[in-house]
């Protein structure tokens, strides 16, 4: 894993990659920095610029994946991948050492933009807690997006198709809870969504497996808890649709951070996407192997 | 050192390979030969770990590779069809990250390993060259130097002689030849002078099966019958021919074809069939006063061995 994140490393700093991320990170950083910080006069970084819509947008759906965009797509198309994947190293530590290489650029980002919350702090108050949490909020809700892209990576064998499908699913991410409020509250519809969820589930079951019976036992499980829930509490299933995607938004957990509450399920929450999501690569690169 | 059983590899419902199997001893240098989508790369693809087989059996120095992977995969060096190089990286720099990936425990050690595949190679004086500057040529090499790292004892190398000149090929082929002895090598290729210089031991495959497994000189032997004689004589046509025609030592006279003024190529096919009937005819041609130039049992080259082979197969299919 090592030698993978070594190289990685240093391939995102002798092509321009590196140097493009962090220039429009800490650019844009600056000038909402500028704006809000010195023209408006706010003293909270993390709670008026990092928390920006605006700034977000920039940020997950432009800057992150120009990071990740070219982690896997450019090595399948290159064939480097052979190289890789019939060396004595498992795929997992070809992921993660991909990952943490990607995440080390980004942290040299978010080291850079410290510099902000230290200006405020040296001619002004700043709220320290709050921007710590802020800070760790967005390290993990940014490790949550590179793992996304890394999966998309993964899928393609074209750097530029990843980047603008991890753009698209940074900004879905993004509007996830605006997207949730407009779906319909009741049970009809929360049965339907579970049953949209099963039947993803089983198909994925199936690719992954090539196994019909286990497609199947996905959909009978999901099934049978589906309707042991109904019965059982009913009146969870009248506003239960809104409530458990409001809980699954990665953004509304990212909120809480930015306005300074350190909740532990949200950062196990945003750890086990990340995790989820690398996962699912590996199990993606495994399957290439099969077809 | 490597055993591959009944290996079949499905693209869907394309059936790239039908149940391959063969065994390759440990030192030899096998060719892989075969036309244009027998199925030559997934084969290799396979047996490296790369891809994985529907369904069949794959041992090297007896690990089976789909049960233990990582260690069977770290006996085997791997140069791909096109070799898989980084090419925003200096040959070195490339080289000791592939040291590194295939276990070399520290940056001192892969330094060392990095400097003697350099020289193994002839890479020393493009150290520091940055890949994608180098030639076809030179980019082979590091993909051989690649495939070297780690010093594994079975070598796969796919098409290693592609797109090289001249003067390229015979560099490759000493390197190769080089390293014969203390690896085991497998090499494809459609080329069959190329196998032919380099192989003693010789794997057609056509169609997804294996349609030949031998060593190279057997396979010719095998395929000659000291029956076809071919001779180049100087004399009277009608008079060659005449001789040739009243002995008996010879059965039929296939073709006679004047080369150079009064010099004539003479193919035919002895009485006896395969025992060789060439001292006595000589003995006949001299007595007539027949100069000879030369006396040869035809050997059919590579190449006739496998057109004969794989076109066959094309011939039963259409029969069928």
């Known amino acids: 894993m090592k030698a993978i994140y070594k190289?990685?490393?240093?391939?995102?700093?002798?092509?321009?990659?590196?140097?493009?991320?962090?220039?429009?990170?800490?650019?844009?950083?600056?000038?909402?920095?500028?704006?809000?910080?010195?023209?408006?006069?706010?003293?909270?970084?993390?709670?008026?610029?990092?928390?920006?819509?605006?700034?977000?947008?920039?940020?997950?759906?432009?800057?992150?994946?120009?990071?990740?965009?070219?982690?896997?797509?450019?090595?399948?198309?290159?064939?480097?991948?052979?190289?890789?994947?019939?060396?004595?190293?498992?795929?997992?530590?070809?992921?993660?050492?991909?990952?943490?290489?990607?995440?080390?650029?980004?942290?040299?980002?978010?080291?850079?933009?410290?510099?902000?919350?230290?200006?405020?702090?040296?001619?002004?108050?700043?709220?320290?807690?709050?921007?710590?949490?802020?800070?760790?909020?967005?390290?993990?809700?940014?490790?949550?997006?590179?793992?996304?892209?890394?999966?998309?990576?993964?899928?393609?064998e074209e750097p530029v198709i990843s980047g603008i499908v991890s753009a698209v699913i940074g900004l879905l991410v993004m509007f996830f809870s605006s997207l949730?409020?407009?779906?319909?509250?009741?049970?009809?519809?929360?049965?339907?969504?579970?049953?949209?969820?099963?039947?993803?589930?089983?198909?994925?079951?199936?690719?992954d497996t090539r196994k019909i019976q286990i497609a199947g036992i996905a959909v009978l499980a999901g099934a049978v808890i589906t309707a042991g829930l109904y019965f059982w509490k009913k009146d969870w299933f009248v506003y239960g649709l809104t409530s458990s995607l409001n809980w699954l938004s990665l953004e509304k957990r990212y909120e809480e951070f930015l306005n300074g509450i350190l909740n532990f399920s949200s950062v196990i929450y945003m750890l086990s996407v990340s995790a989820v999501c690398l996962f699912l690569t590996t199990r993606i690169i495994r399957r290439r192997r099969w077809r | 050192m490597l055993l591959v059983k009944n290996l079949v590899k499905n693209y869907g419902k394309h059936e790239a390979l039908k149940g391959i199997s063969f065994h390759i001893e440990e030192g030899q240098i096998v060719g892989l030969l075969g036309p244009n989508g027998a199925g030559k790369s997934t084969t290799m693809n396979i047996v490296t770990g790369y891809l994985a087989p529907t369904s069949g059996e794959i041992k090297i120095h007896g690990i089976d590779l789909l049960e233990k992977p990582k260690k069977a995969r770290s006996e085997l060096g791997y140069l791909p069809e096109q070799p898989p190089l980084y090419t925003d990286m200096t040959v070195e720099e490339y080289l000791k990250f592939v040291c590194c990936l295939k276990g070399s425990k520290n940056t001192h050690t892969a330094a060392d390993e990095t400097e003697k595949l350099m020289q193994q190679t002839n890479l020393v004086e493009y150290r520091n060259v940055i890949i994608k500057q180098l030639s076809k040529g030179y980019r082979q090499r590091v993909g051989l130097a690649q495939a070297l790292a780690g010093n594994p004892p079975l070598l796969i190398l796919d098409e290693p002689m592609v797109g090289l000149d001249p003067n390229q090929i015979i560099e490759m082929r000493e390197l190769i030849r080089s390293l014969a002895g203390e690896h085991t090598i497998i090499i494809s290729s459609h080329i069959l002078s190329e196998i032919e210089s380099v192989c003693d031991h010789i794997l057609i495959l056509n169609q997804g099966q294996v349609m030949a497994e031998s060593e190279t000189r057997k396979l010719e032997d095998e395929n000659t019958d000291a029956g076809h004689l071919r001779m180049v004589l100087k004399g009277d046509k009608a008079e060659i021919s005449r001789i040739l025609r009243s002995t008996e030592l010879l059965k039929e006279?296939?073709?006679?074809?004047?080369?150079?003024?009064?010099v004539y190529e003479v193919r035919a096919l002895a009485e006896t069939g395969n025992e060789d009937v060439r001292d006595a005819l000589f003995v006949l041609l001299a007595q007539n006063q027949i100069v000879v130039y030369s006396l040869n049992i035809e050997h059919l080259s590579l190449e006739d061995i496998f057109i004969k082979l794989t076109g066959k197969e094309e011939e039963n299919e259409s029969n069928l």
């Open chain 1, 180 to 207: 949730v409020s407009i779906l319909p509250d009741g049970a009809v519809p929360t049965l339907i969504f579970f049953g949209i969820v099963i039947i993803a589930v089983a198909v994925i079951f199936y690719l």
């Open chain 2, 253 to 262: 006279i296939q073709s006679i074809k004047e080369t150079e003024s009064g």
């Open chain 1, 7 to 156: 190289r990685e490393l240093g391939a995102y700093f002798h092509s321009m990659q590196a140097y493009i991320f962090l220039a429009l990170f800490v650019c844009i950083t600056g000038i909402f920095f500028s704006i809000v910080n010195i023209s408006y006069g706010y003293n909270d970084f993390a709670g008026y610029v990092l928390s920006n819509s605006y700034y977000m947008m920039f940020i997950y759906a432009i800057v992150v994946p120009i990071l990740t965009m070219r982690m896997f797509a450019e090595e399948k198309k290159q064939k480097t991948d052979q190289l890789l994947l019939t060396a004595p190293v498992s795929v997992w530590e070809i992921v993660l050492g991909k990952y943490f290489a990607c995440m080390t650029v980004f942290m040299i980002g978010v080291v850079i933009i410290s510099i902000f919350p230290v200006i405020i702090g040296i001619f002004g108050n700043i709220p320290i807690a709050n921007t710590i949490s802020g800070y760790i909020g967005m390290i993990l809700f940014s490790a949550c997006m590179m793992a996304i892209g890394t999966m998309i990576s993964s899928l393609t």
